[in-house]
């Protein structure tokens, strides 16, 4: 087997938690707020990947304005998702459809955010050593499950069809895909500043997605302190542990 096919093999693993993730959701029905519960779980996974993962990487190699540079892009490219999101919400309001909230839509957003770092990661590390892209995207696969259920989840209760949830599930296969692809192809044999300048600013992308959608979405519900910390504690250390023992 080729070494591009091997890399697109790897960066399944990632969407496969997700995907496990989401039909879990589908096939229960929690309360609203274990969905908050979770929300908080994937908002710890998602701190981690960033705090753990990513930032001891770009830091070494990127210079600090390269760091806020990319990291502003990337915020700036979540704010224009956010407001196409929103713009698509309102003409679907006129026309008399129903679904769910922007920021229901924008907690997908982050989990695909998260998976397209999860590709980057994964392809830029193949790019590297075939076994470091795999030792990479293995660590994604238990640590997706919580973010594809309570996306997922949250989408269910906020009113999605059944369809429209399924076919989201299945489309996030397609970022974690081409990120991998295209983090094996364009950043294969390219500096070391230019790869992590790119994870910074999926880094922006991530962070802000989480912070101003995934949290107060989970917040939503009103889960109990100790359900909304626990969960959130649990993805951090969770996925810092799995991230560690994998790398």
């Known amino acids: 087997m080729s070494d591009l096919l091997l890399v697109l093999a790897y960066a399944l693993l990632p969407g496969v938690g997700n995907m496990a993730g ?20 994937a908002a710890g996974i998602a701190i981690a990947l ?15 304005w390269g760091v806020v540079l990319a990291f502003l892009i990337g915020a700036g490219v979540s704010v224009a998702l956010s ?4 713009a698509v919400r309102r003409h679907k309001a006129v026309g008399g459809a129903k679904g ?20 980057l990661v994964t392809g830029a590390g193949s790019a590297v050593a075939l076994d470091l892209g795999f030792l990479l995207a293995a660590a994604q696969l238990i640590a997706n499950v919580p973010g594809g259920y309570a996306a997922n989840a949250n989408l269910k209760h906020e009113g999605a069809r059944r369809r429209t949830r399924l076919l989201g599930l299945g489309g996030m296969f397609l970022p974690v895909l081409v990120s991998a692809l295209l983090g094996f192809l364009l950043l294969q044999g390219r500096p070391e500043m230019v790869q992590n300048a790119v994870l910074a600013g ?14 107060p979405e989970g917040d939503e519900p009103g889960p109990p302190r100790w359900g909304s910390t626990l969960g959130f504690s649990l993805g951090f250390a969770g996925f810092a542990l799995i991230a560690g023992y994998a790398g």
């Open 100 to 119: 769910a909230s922007t920021k229901a839509w924008m907690v997908y957003a982050a989990i695909g955010a998260d998976l397209v770092s999860d590709g």
């Open 202 to 215: 999926i880094v922006g992308l991530l962070l802000l997605a989480t912070i101003e959608d995934v949290v």
């Open 22 to 41: 989401g039909l879990l959701a589908e096939r229960t029905d929690a309360p609203r707020w274990l969905v908050g519960t979770a929300l908080h779980a």
């Open 83 to 86: 407001r196409g999101v929103r």
């Open 50 to 64: 960033i705090s753990v993962d990513l930032m001891p990487r770009i830091l070494p190699s990127v210079p600090r």
